[in-house]
């Protein structure tokens, strides 16, 4: 597998043991940047620190320090690399990671999570589904999604029911588990997929 530990930057600042770096009113240190990300954040410069723990946002990082945010993630919650349970967007200028729906079935595998439909609404308009997951030792947590069905003829309206429950499952899955990322299909229209096997490291 590609080496994918970060080499530090020349051409920016970098965050030291002895240097204060102000990227919001409460994440002024390196120490206070390093909790919040857990992850290298000396091998991060005073820019990608910035755009990442203020806006969320990987296009200001090396396409290295990127995919390293992605191996920290997957790590995080317990996931293969190799499965690829996440994806790049982007959108407004911003790349985002967002969860696939392989990540919610493997999270669901691993934490042993129960999932069941606890109501449905049909409208000539709309299809509401409301779900809950639940852990072992109890803990449950609701939610639910919902589509458009105008203009959809019968087997239209089948295919979108269905989504529509798969959708809501992986939402809830996700809230549950703590994955901290949203589901892809969550992503703002228009939002550009970027294939994470042609990912550069340079």
């Known amino acids: 597998m590609t080496d994918m530990n970060l080499k530090p930057r020349t051409d920016e600042p970098k965050v030291s043991d002895n240097t204060a770096l102000v990227v919001s009113k409460s994440l002024t240190t390196r120490e206070e940047m390093a909790k919040s990300l857990q992850i290298e954040v000396e091998d991060l410069s005073a820019k990608e620190a ?8 990987l296009a200001m990082l090396t396409p290295a320090n990127q ?8 790590r995080r ?8 349970p996440f994806i790049f ?6 790349k985002v990671l967002y969860a696939k729906k392989e990540c ?11 999932v069941e439909v ?4 049909l409208t000539p308009d709309f299809y509401t589904v409301w779900v809950r997951a639940k852990m072992p030792d109890g803990r449950f947590e609701d939610n639910l999604a919902c589509v458009p069905l105008l203009a959809s003829n019968k087997l239209e309206v089948a295919n979108k029911k269905m989504a529509c429950q798969s959708k809501a499952l992986r939402r809830v899955t996700l809230a549950i588990t703590g994955c901290g990322l949203s589901d892809s299909e969550d992503a703002p229209a ?12 340079g």
């Open 50 to 57: 910035e755009a990442l723990i203020v806006g969320g946002n």
């Open 190 to 201: 228009g939002a550009k997929v970027i294939d994470i096997t042609r990912q550069p490291l």
């Open 67 to 74: 995919l390293n945010v992605y191996a920290y993630h997957c």
């Open 104 to 114: 919610a079935e493997m999270l669901r595998s691993l934490h042993k999570v129960s």
């Open 89 to 94: 967007l982007t959108f407004n200028n911003k």
């Open 118 to 121: 606890l109501k449905e609404e």
């Open 77 to 84: 919650i317990g996931v293969p690399l190799v499965a690829q």
